[in-house]
């Protein structure tokens, strides 16, 4: 059975830093592309961050590019965020996703991990 | 980035009726899209891939369909199991972007 778990969040000051993890298991992760997916409170579901499966390219959304890092360790089969210069419009659920083969969307997804950003 | 423009933001429909959402593309994605189905306090769930493809597990009353650059899901004879967010995600570019969401509730 595939499975995400996320950890790591919590509440952070703005400005301060946080890494989120996502330990993966049921299946061979080191073949998989994944994402971060990100949801404020009342909200839409907004994408983040990408990284191939050898870790080789990610991607991310303009609002957090050169604050957040999206990276993961096969050995480990476990995903991370590290956030970092968080500001309060980063507060959210972050999932984490599988991206099922061929880009063909989202197959898996972690039960979620809030982050509050707040003074 | 590519907008995708999402319809209705919310309905209410009877039990065994058909229902159909609609995101339109600001530009051309190819079949790249998905839908997903988001319960409350859940995560969500793939329902639809590469714009016509049922996920294994999800009844065969949920479809998809395109027609140009409009992208459709369609629950045909709705059940009460049907009811909540559902929204699209298109994967053609990045930044992917996902619909504004539909709220399904029964009437």
């Known amino acids: 059975e595939v499975q995400l778990v996320e950890s790591g969040g919590g509440l952070v000051q703005p400005g301060r830093s946080l890494k989120l993890s996502c330990a993966a298991s049921g299946f061979t992760f080191s073949n998989y592309y994944m994402a971060w997916v990100r949801q404020a409170p009342t909200k839409g579901l907004e994408w983040v961050a990408s990284?191939?499966?050898?870790?080789?390219?990610?991607y991310y959304r303009d609002s957090v590019k050169g604050r957040f890092t999206i990276s993961r360790d096969n050995a480990k089969s476990t995903l991370y965020l590290q956030m970092d210069s968080l500001r309060s419009e980063d507060t959210a659920t972050y999932y984490c996703?599988?991206?099922?083969?061929?880009?063909?969307?989202?197959?898996?997804w972690g039960q979620g991990v809030m982050v509050t950003v707040s003074s | 980035d590519i907008q995708m423009t999402q319809s209705p933001s919310s309905i209410s429909v009877s039990l065994g009726d058909r229902f159909t959402i609609t995101c339109r593309a600001s530009?051309?994605?190819?079949?790249?899209l998905s839908w997903y189905q988001q319960k409350p306090e859940k995560s969500p769930k793939l329902m639809i891939y590469?714009?016509?493809n049922l996920e294994d597990g999800v009844p065969s009353r949920f479809s998809g369909s395109r027609s140009g650059s409009d992208y459709s899901l369609t629950i045909n004879s709705l059940e009460s199991e049907d009811t909540g967010i559902y929204f699209c995600?298109?994967?053609?570019?990045?930044?992917?972007?996902f619909g504004g969401g539909t709220k399904l509730e029964l009437k």
């Open positions: 530009q051309d994605i190819g079949n790249y």
């Open positions: 990284i191939t499966n050898s870790g080789g390219s990610t």
């Open positions: 996703t599988r991206i099922k083969k061929y880009y063909s969307g989202l197959d898996y």
């Open positions: 995600l298109q994967h053609k570019q990045y930044p992917w972007t």
């Open positions: 590469r714009a016509t």
